[in-house]
């Protein structure tokens, strides 16, 4: 059975930075869109940010864009989140999904939990002074 593994979240200073790390094991993350989700206390989980098989299909979030960037590398079997100019708002439970196997290569969604089956446990990020 293959599982995602988050790693990276810890707690860090407003305007720092912080990159996610992403890593499937038991499974080949070529054939997968990647969703990165997140949940903050006493708040529903929020789409931040995916990227479609290809790489070439990014989209983030309003409250993340131009701050976060997502980026695949699947030689290392990974999908990474760089998150700079961090806010306290973006203080959360970070989790990476993975879409249905072989899933459209030019498509990945924010919007719908459901397109992504497959979750980590996620990784905490605290954003405070």
């Known amino acids: 059975q293959g599982q995602l593994v988050e790693s990276g979240g810890d707690l860090v200073q407003p305007g720092g930075s912080l990159r996610l790390s992403c890593t499937a094991s038991g499974f080949t993350l070529d054939y997968y869109a990647i969703g990165w989700f997140r949940q903050a206390p006493g708040k529903e989980r929020e789409g931040v940010s995916c990227?479609?098989?290809?790489?070439?299909?990014?989209n983030y979030a309003g409250s993340v864009k131009g701050r976060f960037t997502i980026s695949r590398d699947n030689a290392k079997n990974t999908v990474y989140l760089q998150m700079d100019s961090l806010k306290p708002e973006d203080t959360a439970v970070y989790y990476c999904?993975?879409?249905?196997?072989?899933?459209?290569?030019?498509?990945?969604?924010?919007?719908?939990?459901?397109?992504?089956?497959?979750w980590g446990q996620g990784t905490q990020v605290t954003v405070s002074s």
């Open positions: 990227i479609s098989r290809s790489g070439n299909r990014i």
């Open positions: 999904a993975a879409s249905g196997f072989g899933t459209t290569p030019t498509l990945c969604v924010l919007d719908r939990e459901t397109y992504y089956p497959s």
